[in-house]
């Protein structure tokens, strides 16, 4: 009987990445994930790629920034930066044992490492313009994952399951098929100017002209169902509120309100997580302005599990990031930030496009 584990690789490696003869490979993950590790280790062989892996142990984030200084946080090795300037595809398992553990972390400190690292993301994102480079990200369910999203162990590895259609009898076939019907969302979405999102606490303009709308639909994320683009950097103007609460780098905030003035944040404040909302707009000077707009089309993810890869593509939300924004999308906007904020948009809210209604209540009309 097929794993969990081998059906998940095989679909990374094939239908996301297509991995061929003589790529280099690099596995990311925790040590907790190791099942999925080297089930795509092994798939990586079979296609005839070079597999490189970097496993991290528990806790180890939590240890860099409690006993690391400055000069540490500030410093990015050779190594980094050659495999982000020489790997073919890249494969990231959003796992762990402890998804809090940098909630006490000196949010300054996190911010000074995000913004050296800016600069790898940098070089991927070129080398990814250019066809140089692929990357995914796919998770692997663990206990503590399973506490964060209120759920059992087996109920939350179901829940991942499905969210990946590895309940389908042909996952790439039921990927292929969300791509053909974002397809037509991002048909419809193409060529408008202006987007205008109504909704709780929230009255908010975006400039989309100019900027390309993308299909997600299991190329980068597992599991994947939105459709996004990046705004004109100085356009977002007036107000929103994300009801459904994030996780970024291991800290929960919730309840988050924001106000734009020509494209960038004038006051902010969250009902949790405020002091690191604020210390994580202080990033750069790309932090405070827009960098994504999307909506959440994924059916299957029904509520949040506080996992910003399933959370931001739950059906009937959008979601806007903070921060550094995509080139192949049209966008300038550059930042080690890149913070997706959900908002539930299922009732009392619209979105139109060049002043027609085009998204009502979660659905496209």
């Known amino acids: 009987m097929t794993t969990y584990e081998q059906k998940l690789a095989s679909l990374l490696c094939g239908y996301s990445l297509n991995i061929k003869k003589d790529d280099l490979v690099l596995i990311r993950g925790e040590v907790c994930a190791e099942p999925l590790i080297k089930a795509c280790f092994k798939e990586v062989l079979l296609r005839g790629g070079h597999p490189l892996v970097r496993m991290s142990f528990s806790d180890q984030n939590a240890l860099f920034f409690q006993h690391g200084s400055d000069h540490q946080f500030s410093y990015v090795s050779l190594v980094d930066k050659i495999q982000a300037e020489t790997v073919a595809a890249q494969i990231s398992i959003d796992s762990t044992d402890n998804s809090k553990q940098l909630t006490n972390a000196d949010p300054a400190k996190v911010a000074i490492q995000q913004k050296v690292r800016g600069d790898l993301r940098e070089i991927m994102f070129e080398r990814e313009d250019k066809g140089e480079f692929v990357w995914v990200i796919a998770p692997y369910p663990t206990p503590s994952m399973a506490q964060d999203a209120e759920m059992s162990f087996t109920e939350y590895s179901d ?9 389908e009898k042909d996952p790439i076939a039921a990927w292929q098929a969300v791509d053909k019907a974002q397809a037509e969302i991002v048909k419809r979405l193409t060529g ?17 002209e100019g900027r390309l709308w993308r ?21 977002a103007t007036g107000e929103i509120y994300f009801d459904i609460p994030t996780n970024y780098n291991g800290v929960e905030a919730n309840g988050v309100y924001l106000r734009l003035e020509a494209g960038k944040v004038v006051e902010a404040r969250a009902d949790k997580g405020q002091d690191f909302l604020l210390k994580m707009l202080g990033t750069d000077d790309g932090a405070k302005f827009v960098g994504e707009i999307a909506f959440g089309l994924n059916d299957n993810i029904q509520k949040p599990s ?3 890869l399933f959370d ?4 009937q939300t959008m979601h806007m990031a903070i921060g550094a924004s995509y080139p192949e999308t049209g966008g300038k906007n550059k930042s080690a930030l890149h913070w997706d904020l959900i908002k539930d948009m299922k009732s009392n809210s619209t979105v139109e496009l060049d002043g027609k209604l085009v998204y009502k209540d979660g659905k496209f009309v």
């Open 192 to 208: 408008t100017k202006k987007v205008h999102i109504k909704g709780k606490n929230t009255d908010l303009t975006l400039d989309v």
């Open 306 to 308: 506080k996992n910003i």
């Open 312 to 315: 931001e593509k739950i059906g």
């Open 215 to 235: 299909s997600c639909c299991g190329q980068r994320n597992m599991p994947d169902g939105e459709v996004f683009t990046s705004p004109v950097e100085n356009s």
């Open 159 to 167: 829940f991942v399951y499905n969210a990946c259609k590895l309940n």
